[in-house]
């Protein structure tokens, strides 16, 4: 039998489930899940991030009630003691901007609708928009942006189109004195509201031309207006909006509109946000280092590495058991029966004596190898495994909780 698969399984049988999850981790960190102001147990984790600008808060699943909670709690850590001031979550950057400056209006209230309904409707994301409202008119607020190139929410459908050509009206002027606005906003309303009309070839072609026209007419602009007003952030809008337009034709991959996630990040860190330190709040397919499941196609994670590695941290987020919400069908699914050589099972005993849910911060420095050679860990959404020695090949450091239920 395999050396490191005897030291396995003779230290699960001879030691208490405390004693093994020392065996199989040099330090252990507990996390407590619950809203406190007390961030006393994050401490490992901020050492961890060091003095990095971008942390990447993932999620398996899209619909994990504790995942929920312990991020927006770390989110709050975050801002307060390591001086993060702008969270970007997946949800559309249009809708999200308008939100965001909608300053009369709660957060949570705006939320259904505009921003992700997996978000909008949970009751730990209520609490972290009230608590960014809280803090919006203090010395440092903590701000709310949107990386989603999908523009599904009722402040697009209602307001991106009219955006689109009043500010490039604004900018333009002359560069588009006999542009068919009337048949071009009409295309890019049902592109909007995914309505698949049909279309030739060549209405696609003259569509995208169009398109590109003005996205290059104004992204190569030089004014005075910066961030949201300026016209750079409407061609991010319009090249969003085009490679919606290439997903819904099938002229492009759906995985695709990564790419477009990531330019509009790189966006929004290199203007709206230039030198502030960020939070990136996703689903793990869009923010492991390793690229889309199984394909490796690229995504918004190994985009930005290219220019940003140095600078980013990645805190991935997985549980040792209990269910979640799908976000496709909604259905309530059951995480899968741990394999007995998974570190989910390994520390399974020690979860078990807790008295609450609870969780481990586990950092890549934290893993005693001699043990934990040959374990895997759970990805993407419990349906694959990784060997947990290749992990840092997808994040830096993992909350491990030891149930989870569904998000409502």
Do not use: C
């Not at 490191?4 to 996390?31: D, R, W």
């Not at 504790?66 to 307060?80: C, D, G, M, N």
């Not at 990805?379 to 994040?395: A, L, Q, R, V």
């Amino acid at each position: 039998m395999h050396k490191t698969l005897l030291v396995f399984i003779t230290l699960f049988l001879l030691t208490s489930p405390l004693s093994f999850a020392s065996e199989a981790l040099k330090n252990i960190h507990p996390i407590n899940i619950e809203t406190t102001d007390d961030f006393t147990d994050l401490r490992a984790f901020g050492t961890a991030i060091g003095d990095k600008s971008i942390v990447f808060l993932d999620e398996l699943t899209h619909g994990e009630k504790e995942v929920f909670a312990l991020k927006s709690r770390i989110v709050q850590y975050l801002h307060q003691h390591k001086g993060f001031e702008v969270l970007i979550l997946e949800s559309g950057i249009y809708d999200v901007s308008r939100i965001w400056k909608n300053n009369t209006q709660a957060i949570k209230s705006q939320a259904p609708g505009n921003i992700f309904y997996m978000y909008a409707r949970d009751k730990s994301m209520e609490t972290l928009f009230d608590y960014i409202d809280n803090h919006r008119n203090k010395n440092k607020p903590l701000h709310l942006a949107g990386f989603d190139n999908r523009l599904s929410g009722q402040y697009s459908n209602d307001g991106v189109v009219n955006h689109i050509e009043v500010s490039s009206k604004k900018f333009l002027s002359s560069a588009i004195k006999n542009f068919n606005w009337l048949k071009h906003n009409k295309m890019t309303q049902n592109i909007v509201e995914r309505n698949a009309e049909k279309l030739s070839d060549k209405e696609q072609g003259d569509y995208l031309k169009q398109s590109y026209y003005l996205y290059d007419q104004l992204n190569n602009l030089t004014t005075t207006q910066t961030a949201f007003n300026s016209p750079q952030y409407t061609a991010k809008l319009i090249q969003s909006i085009i490679r919606v337009a290439e997903n819904l034709w099938g002229t492009r991959r759906h995985d695709e509109h990564d790419l477009a996630m990531a330019e509009n990040t790189r966006w929004l860190l290199d203007n709206a946000y230039k030198d502030k330190k960020v939070i990136i709040w996703g689903h793990y397919i869009h923010l492991n280092r390793q690229g889309a499941y199984l394909s490796r196609w690229g995504n918004l994670s190994t985009e930005l590495h290219q220019d940003r590695a140095d600078d980013i941290y990645i805190a991935h987020f997985g549980a040792a058991s209990g269910s979640y919400k799908h976000f496709i069908d909604m259905k309530v699914k059951t995480i899968a029966a741990l394999d007995k050589h998974s570190f989910e099972n390994a520390l399974t005993a020690y979860f078990q004596e807790q008295q609450k849910p609870s969780a481990l911060f586990i950092g890549s420095d934290d893993l005693n190898p001699t043990v934990t050679q040959g374990m895997t860990v759970f990805g993407h959404e419990y349906n694959e495994t990784i060997p947990i020695k290749y992990w840092k090949n997808h994040w830096d450091g993992m909350f491990l909780i030891n149930s989870v239920t569904p998000a409502k």
